[in-house]
C-alpha cells in the first residue's frame, strides 16, 4: 500500500510560486507514474500534471502550461509541483496521485494512490 503526503501549500499573491512536494512511502516509488489534481470549491476535481516514471513524459492541463513545472526525485521518493505566476483561479486543494500504470496518464480513475491535499490560496 503506498502512502503519499503532499506538503508546500499555504497562501501566496497573485504573481508568487510555491513549490508542492509528495512524499511517497510503502512502495517501489520508481514503478509509479506520478501526477497532480486540483479541486476548487464547487469544481470538479482536475488533471494538473503527471509525470512517468523515469521523467522521460510530462503532461500539464493547458491552463498551467508554461507556469507549472511536474519533476520527481525517486532517490527521494518524492514527486514537486512548482508553481510560477500563480494566479487566483489557481487556488484549490492539490492532490497528488500515484498510478501503477506505465503512462503519465491525465485521468484520475486511473490513478490507484491518491494524497489528503494541500490548500493553494492565491489572492489578487
Known amino acids: 500500500q503506498v502512502q503519499l503526503v503532499e506538503s508546500g501549500g499555504g497562501l501566496v499573491q497573485a504573481g508568487g510560486s510555491l513549490r508542492l512536494s509528495c512524499a511517497a512511502s510503502?512502495?517501489?516509488?520508481?514503478?509509479?507514474?506520478m501526477g497532480w489534481f486540483r479541486q476548487a470549491p464547487g469544481k470538479e476535481r482536475e488533471f494538473v500534471a503527471a509525470?512517468?516514471?523515469?521523467?522521460?513524459?510530462?503532461r500539464y492541463v493547458d491552463s498551467v502550461k508554461g507556469r507549472f513545472t511536474i519533476s520527481r526525485d525517486n532517490a527521494k521518493n518524492t514527486v514537486y509541483l512548482q508553481m510560477n505566476s500563480l494566479k487566483p483561479e489557481d487556488t484549490a486543494v492539490y492532490y497528488c496521485?500515484?498510478?501503477?500504470?506505465?503512462?503519465?496518464?491525465?485521468?484520475?480513475?486511473?490513478?490507484?494512490?491518491w494524497g489528503q491535499g494541500t490548500q493553494v490560496t492565491v489572492s489578487s
Open positions: 510503502g512502495g517501489t516509488f520508481s514503478r509509479l507514474a
Open positions: 509525470v512517468n516514471r523515469n521523467s522521460e513524459i510530462t
Open positions: 496521485a500515484a498510478t501503477l500504470g506505465v503512462w503519465a496518464t491525465t485521468l484520475g480513475p486511473e490513478y490507484d494512490y
